[in-house]
T-cell receptor
């Protein structure tokens, strides 16, 4: 049972445009969500996170939106740059001592064309 | 600042052999965990620790063993390697407590092939 799903295996975007990556979850106990970026042969790198008490969090070109009623979150990258090309993972965690236990989606390969 | 360090980076094992993947962090983090990444499946949690002497199973613990004798180290042991354990393994660490400002850091990965 996939508790965190990224239904788009890949996304292709032109440089300067917006990239929108989506993620859905089913477990109501999840209350903290993270996005990671991963290059080949490297470990995942933290990008941005959001707590369930918020519906939006911004960090530079990256914004994460959370819709708790729909159990949906999205990552917006504006403007997209060729260096953003990577695999993006959505991850979720429940509270308390489960904080460091992440459930990941399958990942979305983002390609930003110059 | 080394962060999370994993060794070895690459390893080839024969079926039935045992080995230990090492993980060390220098950030005094309480929480440490091991994940494996397989094609099309994202990362899946193998084992988890909230502090020295405390471990817990994750989603895919079978065939793996862990212990946490110090805050810094969290080794992952493969007891009798099987081809199904061919994967990329990632160690992660984080502080405990409040979510705000907290993040989970990953090592660079260990590529394991079991033949």
């Amino acid at each position: 049972d996939q508790q965190v799903k990224q239904n788009s295996p890949s996304l292709s975007v032109q440089e300067g445009r917006i990239s929108i990556l989506n993620c859905d979850y089913t477990n109501s106990m999840f209350d903290y969500f993270l996005w990671y970026k991963k290059y080949p042969a490297e470990g995942p790198t933290f990008l941005i996170s959001i707590s369930s008490i918020k519906d939006k969090n911004e960090d530079g070109r990256f914004t994460v939106f959370l819709n708790k009623s729909a159990k949906h979150l999205s990552l917006h990258i504006v403007p997209s740059q060729p260096g953003d090309s990577a695999v993006y993972f959505c991850a979720a965690s429940a509270g308390g001592t489960s904080y460091g236990k992440l459930t990941f989606g399958q990942g979305t390969i983002l390609t930003v064309h110059p | 600042n080394a962060g999370v360090t994993q060794t070895p980076k690459f390893q080839v094992l024969k079926t039935g052999q045992s080995m230990t993947l090492q993980c060390a962090q220098d950030m005094n983090h309480e929480y440490m965990s091991w994940y494996r990444q397989d094609p099309g499946m994202g990362l899946r949690l193998i084992h988890y620790s909230v502090g020295a002497g405390i471990t817990d199973q994750g989603e895919v613990p079978n065939g793996y063993n862990v212990s946490r004798s110090t805050t810094e180290d969290f080794p992952l042991r493969l007891l009798s390697a099987a081809p199904s354990q061919t994967s990329v393994y990632f160690c992660a660490s984080s502080r405990g407590g409040e979510y705000s400002g907290n993040t989970i850091y990953f090592g660079e990965g260990s590529w394991l092939t079991v033949v």
